[in-house]
């Protein structure tokens, strides 16, 4: 029998693991959709466990195992990490003791973020509409909306956001996410794509423990001179998990993207805004579940250097002036002193930029629920 509400994101998770998972219980089978480019862990608890999968979409239409599939990996404790799946690696996941029998099945649709279609609630944008297929029956599309996430921020106003997945229902039967749905078959119908959709929110702080994760400095982020820009990385960030940046202290909404007011940044759509696209030096902050994560600090441009070189000489100076007395050779050696000194200075300064920060986040390798 498949069960399809015995699975379960754990999203809202007192501590945030590395990866955002999906369980099955024991002995059952579990039919999800998720989204490509997002990595997920599929929980297996059984040590030592081998896993198979069979691909509709694949090349081979056998099951194999997944060893060696380069962005799948097997925990020693049984559970299965995709990174940045692919749409064509919807299928079914088997997950197999070491007598070989099976703990969990799970068939899992990850629907294309590619083709994600966002919409923002406070700027009256619609998400798709229903649709009637005729492949042979009667078939409808429709979007099914996981519950809304927690708001990004709280104690001010912020935003939450809710994935929406593509589905079929036949008439009297279950609805299927639309690949499953679809198998082998390929056609395109523009209306199957996953959704997102954002609204305003404010939410109290809680009283509950913060998570205390400590946050990760990045120090030394460059633009790139080609671009203009470059690509920030939210670790522990998620498309299924409320993440929010700051740029310089100031929040960056979906909303004011989606409006086109601002244009100094880009929330990457199809990682939930876990990426950031800059084309401005600031200081850019990334908060996951309210918490701090992360803080990028911009690589000093060529004017700060200067500005920090003369503060150090004027500095030095100063001190050199209450020895205003002494002859024209202390003077040269003087000079030199001062030389060497902001040589020195500056190395120092260079050295701290050049070296990027030891993040002293908790090595947390994973978080099963
Ligand atoms: C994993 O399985 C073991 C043995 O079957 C059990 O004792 C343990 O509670 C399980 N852990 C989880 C997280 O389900
Ligand atoms: C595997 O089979 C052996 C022998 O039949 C049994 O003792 C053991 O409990 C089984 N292990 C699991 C994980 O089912
Ligand atoms: C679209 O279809 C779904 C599934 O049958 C249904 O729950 C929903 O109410 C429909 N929405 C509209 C606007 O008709």
Not at 11 to 29: D, E, F, I, N, T
Not at 246 to 274: C, H, I, R, Y
């Amino acid at each position: 029998m498949l069960t399809t509400l015995g699975l379960l994101l754990s999203l809202a998770v007192p501590v945030l693991g590395v990866y955002v998972s999906a369980s099955c219980p024991r002995g059952k089978q579990c039919r999800q959709a998720l989204l490509s480019g997002n990595d997920i862990l599929l929980d297996c608890n059984s040590s030592g466990a081998h896993w198979y999968y069979f691909l509709p979409h694949g090349r081979d239409h056998r099951s194999s195992s997944l060893l060696g599939v380069s962005n799948i990996e097997i925990m020693p404790e049984g559970s299965l990490i995709i990174r940045n799946p692919l749409p064509s690696q919807t299928g079914i996941y088997y997950c197999l003791n070491k007598n070989g029998t099976q703990v969990v099945r799970y068939e899992i649709d990850f629907q294309d973020v590619t083709t994600l279609h966002v919409t923002h609630k406070g700027l009256g944008q619609n998400p798709l509409q229903n649709e009637t297929l005729r492949l042979g029956g009667k078939e409808l599309i429709f979007t099914r909306w996981e519950p809304w996430q927690d708001c990004n921020r709280c104690g001010e106003p912020g935003e939450r956001k809710r994935l929406g997945y593509c589905y079929v229902e036949e008439p009297l039967e279950e609805p299927t996410p639309c690949w499953l749905y679809l198998g082998e078959v390929a056609v395109w119908i523009s209306r199957m794509r996953p959704e997102l959709q954002v609204e305003d929110c404010h939410a109290q702080c809680s009283d509950d423990e913060p998570l205390r994760v400590d946050y990760v400095t990045f120090d030394n982020f460059q633009l790139n001179e080609e671009s203009e820009s470059v690509w920030l990385s939210c670790p522990l960030g998620s498309i299924y998990r409320p993440v929010i940046w700051e740029a310089d202290d100031m929040p960056l909404t979906w909303k004011g993207q989606l409006s086109g007011w601002d244009v100094n940044t880009f929330l990457d759509p199809s990682t939930g805004g876990k990426q950031l696209r800059v084309f401005q030096p600031a200081i850019y902050k990334c908060f996951v579940q309210q918490e701090l994560v992360a803080q990028f600090n911009p690589r000093p441009s060529l004017e700060t250097l200067e500005v920090q070189m003369e503060e150090n000489e004027a500095q030095q100076q100063e001190a050199g002036a209450t020895a205003q007395w002494k002859a024209d050779s202390v003077l040269v050696g003087l000079k030199l002193v001062l030389l060497v000194g902001t040589v020195l200075a500056l190395a120092g300064v260079l050295l701290k930029f050049c070296r990027p920060s030891q993040g002293k986040r908790r090595e947390r390798v994973l978080l099963v629920k």
